[in-house]
């Protein structure tokens, strides 16, 4: 008995100690690991001339993780297949296939962000390999910017792509191009080690990472001749990147499918037999002043408007205790038809009601909207912001306009008539200010065409934000952002030449 109890409490013992192993908890603190991993041995060794690099082998001094690897390690010039990129613990093997190499060429292999830590995610930045099938290494570059055409701002990471000249200046629909590389900070590029042939060069967001341009979504950039690559960066290229519009099929199709959502919509509102709607005013406080005298009244309705009757549309206001009809001018939406607008001239911190009869709108299957009544007041003055910009003289004419923006929405955009343009009504918060220089003097920003060889109209932004505040009255001297210095280069100016 006592023997069994002995070996009862040694089980126990043994069990006890494999759990206090078992949990064993990581000491707490420290600084978190930010270092990426370091290169210890590269082989074959970078830059060899007369020699074709079929393995490269990367030895790193801790465990890694490849990430991305597909579309961050890239070869210039392009091969026709990815590389083969493997791990293996702390080791990095790259794989290219002799038969892909071409004679007397310099290739350059850059791992972007692929080769990372196994722990922290670091990854081992700025790194490139170069190797000439060659008894000499090409040294001619090409650098420049790209820029965002409708808001004259850096684009950064874009494909800047190179093709030679002999392959004809819309083979960026075609095929993969011959040197690539992206943009960084600032939408600067630096493509190094070319061969002195012309070239045909784009940029282009690739929404599918093919190198392609082949798609509405994804965005591009050209110039309307060629060029050579240099020695130095003294003159950049600039490239200006935009959307092209998208093709009339396209809308169509999409206008259908809406169509026939709402047409569903409407079959459902006819068993409910009501059409919900929301008058977008403030009306918990009457003395609050909520409306924005520079917006009509907005009313949202749960399903497409098929008709509206402005004579069951009644605004009155206060004045002096009276009440007195307000001339309006209701009008659907031009961009939803579920949206219904009530336009007047307003009068600032005034009480205003909104009476709908009931039939004010009716859906497609003639079912009709509830009457209400809603009460609210204008805004003051004193509850917006005023802003003067003073505008250089060689701005001023009708080939220039002046935007102002709050966030994605455009408040202003007219022609520069005047040195001083003076803006009133702004609602607190922060602006940006753009010059589009309107070419065709149509009063739109108007995009470019690839096919057609058209550069989208340029955009220069003010350089700096400008909050505004109620009661405030701001002036600002115009000073645009400049991709380069105006000393060595001006903005492209719009080609309007079709080619066939």
């Known amino acids: 008995m006592k023997e069994q109890t002995v070996r009862v409490l040694f089980i126990f013992l043994l069990v006890a100690i494999f759990y206090s192993c ?53 070869v210039s010039p392009v091969l026709p297949f990815p590389l083969d990129v493997r791990l293996s613990g702390k080791k990095v093997k790259v794989l290219i296939p002799d038969s892909l190499l071409n004679e007397n060429t310099t290739y350059r292999i850059d791992f972007g ?23 000499y290494f090409d040294s001619l570059m ?33 095929k993969k191009p011959l040197y690539v590389t992206k943009t960084s900070g600032g939408g600067k590029f630096l493509l190094p080690g070319m061969p002195e042939k012309e070239m045909f060069i ?121 009440e007195v009809e307000a001339l309006t001018n209701v009008r659907i939406d031009s961009t ?46 004193d509850d917006y912001a005023k802003l003067n910009i003073n505008m250089p003289s060689k701005y001023k004419g009708a080939k220039y306009l002046l935007q102002l923006n709050k966030g994605d929405d455009t408040l202003y955009k007219k022609p520069i008539i005047d040195t001083v343009v003076k803006i009133k009504r702004l609602n607190p918060g922060t602006y940006r200010v753009f010059l589009i220089i309107d070419e065709n003097e149509n009063g739109e920003w108007d995009t470019g065409s690839l096919l057609d060889r058209l ?18 009255e701001n002036t600002e001297d115009f000073d645009p952002f400049l991709p380069i210095k105006p000393v060595e280069q001006s903005p492209p100016m719009r080609d309007t030449t079709i080619r066939k």
């Open 22 to 74: 078992a949990n064993i908890v990581p000491p707490e603190g420290g600084d978190k690991d930010v270092t990426p991993p370091k290169l210890l041995s590269i082989t074959p060794k970078d830059s060899l001339i007369n020699t074709r690099v079929t393995e490269i082998e990367m030895r790193f001094d801790e465990f890694l993780e490849l990430k991305d690897a597909t579309s961050e390690v890239r």
């Open 113 to 135: 962000t692929a080769i990372r830590d196994l722990h922290e995610g670091n990854a081992y930045k700025g790194s490139s390999y170069i190797f000439s099938t060659g008894n």
């Open 142 to 174: 090409l650098s420049g910017k790209v820029i965002n055409a409708n808001t004259g701002t850096p684009a950064d990471g874009v494909n800047v792509m190179v093709y030679l000249a002999k392959d004809g200046d819309s083979a960026v629909v075609k």
């Open 202 to 322: 784009y940029a282009l967001k690739d929404a599918n990472d093919n190198m392609i341009f082949d798609g509405d979504d994804e965005e591009i950039a050209f110039l309307n001749t060629s060029l050579m690559p240099k020695d130095s960066v003294a003159t950049p290229t600039i490239l200006y990147i935009f959307k092209e519009k998208p093709i009339d099929t396209l809308k169509a199709t999409k206008e259908k499918d809406k169509a026939t959502s709402t047409g569903k919509r409407g079959r459902e509102k006819k068993d409910n037999q009501i059409i919900s709607y929301k008058v977008v005013v403030d009306t918990s406080d009457k003395e609050r002043r909520t409306h924005d005298v520079n917006e009509p009244i907005l009313i949202t309705v749960s399903t497409q408007i098929n008709s509206y009757d402005d004579s069951k549309v009644f605004l009155s206001c206060d004045s002096l205790g009276i």
């Open 336 to 381: 939803d038809s579920t949206r219904l607008n009530v336009y007047t001239t307003w009068k600032e911190n005034t009480l205003y009601t909104l009476r709908l009869q009931k039939g004010f709108a009716k859906d497609s299957t003639l079912q009709e909207a509830m009457p209400s009544k809603h009460s609210f007041r204008t805004k003051n003055d």
């Open 455 to 472: 550069q989208p109209e340029i955009v220069l932004p003010h350089k700096a934000e400008i909050p505004l505040k109620a009661g405030w």
